[in-house]
């Protein structure tokens, strides 16, 4: 079955600093990745998806993820953050026996400081 | 081009009463999936629909729990004789295509905050 482990639960930085919130995936068939947002007190928003083609995926708010089949990773990177990306970002792969439903890491928080 | 809307944004139940958390999916979407966050937890996958019909119940609750997508009016989940586990936020979720269709990422509402006091 397929899974998600987001590596850090809790990722405190800087404002102006790079940050990198790490995904790992496990799934035995095509790979399509996703990546959303949720600030606080509100619902997931879509950040970027990887579906196929350049593993490198740009997505909105300056952030962009790299497909690494080779480590099974989908790490998400910003080069420089800003107080409002605090927020819980999700990554999420579908589930692969049952169209349509997306399988979610337990989040990492975001906590961007000035 | 309104998005998915969820009401109530909050819902404060006692246990033992009933709560029905209401989703309109965007224009166009017929396909709609309700996901449970629990306190400090990622989404969880509880039930997918197409209009009029269950098509994946396999994340529900056995028992207290029910949802439906009537042809006509917004998603309901329904969840009977709440107790205090049940507090959670749902968040309910809608694509135009089912299937592996929905694979291209679907749009979320902004949740029903269920709190069972």
């Known amino acids: 079955a397929q899974s998600v482990t987001q590596l850090d639960s809790q990722v405190p930085v800087f404002e102006e600093a790079p940050v990198e919130l790490r995904c790992n995936y496990s799934?035995?068939?095509?790979?399509?990745l996703f990546w959303y947002v949720q600030y606080p007190n509100q619902g997931l928003q879509l950040l970027l998806k990887y579906l196929s083609g350049s593993t490198l995926v740009k997505g909105i708010n300056g952030f962009e993820a790299e497909f690494n089949k080779s480590q099974t990773s989908f790490h998400l990177r910003k080069p420089s953050v800003h107080i409002s990306d605090t927020a819980e970002y999700f990554c999420?792969?579908?589930?692969?026996?049952?169209?349509?439903?997306?399988?979610f890491g337990q989040g990492t928080e975001l906590s961007v400081k000035p | 081009n309104a998005g998915v809307m969820q009401n109530p944004r909050h819902l404060v139940r006692r246990r033992g009463q009933e709560a029905r958390l209401r989703c309109s999916p965007m224009?166009?979407?017929?396909?709609v999936y309700w996901y449970r966050q629990l306190p400090e937890e990622g989404l969880k996958f509880m039930v997918y629909?197409?209009?009029?019909?269950?098509?994946?119940e396999s994340g529900m609750p056995k028992e207290r729990f029910s949802a439906e997508f009537p042809k006509e009016g917004p998603s309901i989940l329904r969840i009977q004789q709440v107790v205090r586990g049940d507090s959670a936020a749902y968040f309910c979720a809608s694509s135009t295509l089912g299937g592996q269709g929905a694979n291209y990422g679907y749009t979320f509402g902004s949740g029903t905050r269920l709190t069972v006091v």
């Open positions: 224009k166009g979407h017929s396909h």
């Open positions: 999420a792969v579908p589930s692969e026996n049952q169209g349509g439903k997306l399988i």
């Open positions: 629909l197409q209009k009029e019909n269950i098509i994946d």
């Open positions: 799934s035995s068939v095509s790979v399509y």
